[in-house]
């Protein structure tokens, strides 16, 4: 069974960091892509990163602060964010995506929660 486990997230003040992770079973991500998206209350869900074999992407609003990762023999993607600010409190999800992070997005994680706040 495919399944995606996001961890890492809380309660951070602005300007501070935080990693989160993307824990992949039943399947290897050598086949996929992973995108880490966020959804802010009352905001469309939007893709912040993503990482496949060609190489990795940023939204604009989050270059030079956020860095994707992923470590294929734990089979787990990362998600490093520094110089967070609290307009970026949201639930991060992590979804797997057929080989480029081109595809759709077709198999989600159950999403962890960062909250940005003094």
């Known amino acids: 069974q495919l399944q995606l486990v996001e961890s890492g997230g809380g309660l951070v003040q602005p300007g501070g960091s935080l990693r989160l992770s993307c824990a992949a079973s039943g399947f290897t991500l050598a086949n996929y892509a992973i995108g880490w998206f966020r959804q802010a209350p009352g905001k469309e869900r939007e893709e912040v990163s993503c990482i496949d074999t060609r190489g990795t992407n940023y939204a604009d609003s989050v270059k030079g602060r956020f860095t994707i990762s992923r470590e294929i023999a734990k089979n787990t993607v990362y998600l490093k964010m520094n110089s967070l600010k609290p307009e970026e409190t949201a639930i991060y999800y992590c979804?797997?995506?057929?080989?480029?992070?081109?595809?759709?997005?077709?198999?989600w994680g159950q999403g962890t929660q960062v909250t940005v706040s003094s």
């Open positions: 979804a797997a995506k057929h080989y480029y992070c081109s595809n759709r997005a077709r198999y």
